[in-house]
């Protein structure tokens, strides 16, 4: 193999090696804050006041745990030479799971799910999928919800989750109950992609062996974004391991790669343009959510380089 070929190889690996601690954006958004201050970048909080220095990188994270924004402050004001950017969305086509998640059909217990963004419904069939993602709990004392003294409601905690093994499987029906399925057998998103997560036991039973799998307890659980996510690893394939194959490369090949020149961008010269790199999600669904590319959060953030 030529020298480049394995810097080619040994780059394919790092991007396997990242994409395996991505199984949701909240994961996304936690593998770049490593990647990120491993590589000397600063944590900064909207909440507080800002003193950028010329040359030094940071980061913030949005508050919900699902975008993040990195940059080198330039040597000339954004005023006068603007920003040199580059985006990506920490989201994927995925399933995730209804509000309401459960049901039961022959004792079989269902894990409901809608699609997100633009999935391939097929390659979700008879894979084996774990869960990745947050799980909410409301603060609590003495038996009461406990208030928040400033905006007097309750701040949920918020707990990153990821099975560590396959929980659901999506079958197919069998060829020999639809001829037709390789010549024209559609599938409906709404009702044909409802996972199976258990045979046995009562439809409570089965409830709290899905938490605890997830090593919660359904009194831990007040709120959820949940996805289910590809329980096989990233992989190069070829004959000298050229190819990649695994999940969610929309659009974590991006992420991967803006993270790289963001943080080779962080130590190189110093630049009069403010280099960013913008990481956003919802970009499946139009980025019209709170942290979103069309959001507040980007602008927000430009506003205070001045």
């Known amino acids: 193999m030529r020298k480049d070929n394995k810097q080619v190889s040994a780059l394919a690996s790092q991007y396997c090696e990242f994409q395996e601690m991505c199984a949701s954006p909240f994961h996304v958004v936690e593998a770049l804050k490593a990647s990120l201050q491993d590589a000397g970048y600063e944590e900064l909080e909207e909440s507080v006041a800002w003193r950028l220095k010329p040359g030094t990188c940071y980061y913030v994270c949005h508050q919900d745990g699902k975008s993040l924004l990195a940059f080198k402050v330039g040597e000339a004001p954004p005023e006068s030479n603007g920003f040199h950017m580059a985006c990506a969305h ?107 997560a258990a045979v046995d036991g009562s439809f409570e039973e089965q409830q709290k062996k899905f938490w605890s799998a997830l090593g919660l307890s359904s009194e831990d659980v007040d709120g959820f974004e949940l996805s289910l996510a590809p329980f096989f690893p990233h992989v190069t394939v070829g004959l000298e391991g050229e190819l990649i194959t695994g999940p969610r490369h929309d659009d974590l090949a991006m992420v991967f790669a803006i993270c790289k020149g963001i943080i080779e961008a962080g130590a190189g010269i110093p630049t009069n343009k403010t280099v960013l790199g913008g990481f956003f999600d919802a970009e499946e669904t139009g980025s019209q959510t709170s942290s979103g590319a069309d959001s507040s959060f980007l602008p927000n953030i430009l506003r205070r380089h001045r």
């Open 90 to 196: 920490t989201d994927s086509p995925s399933l995730r799971l209804r509000l309401n998640p459960f049901a039961r059909s022959e004792n079989l217990l269902q894990v409901l799910t809608q699609y997100h963004g633009g999935l391939i419904a097929r390659t979700w069939l008879d894979r084996p999928l774990s869960l990745a993602g947050a799980v909410y709990r409301l603060p609590r004392s003495g038996g009461k919800l406990k208030l928040d003294q400033t905006l007097g409601l309750p701040i949920p905690h918020r707990t990153l989750v990821s099975s560590e093994k396959p929980m659901t499987v999506i079958p197919d029906i069998a060829i020999h109950l639809d001829r037709e399925k390789n010549r024209s057998g559609g599938i409906d998103l709404e009702t044909m992609l409802t996972a199976v």
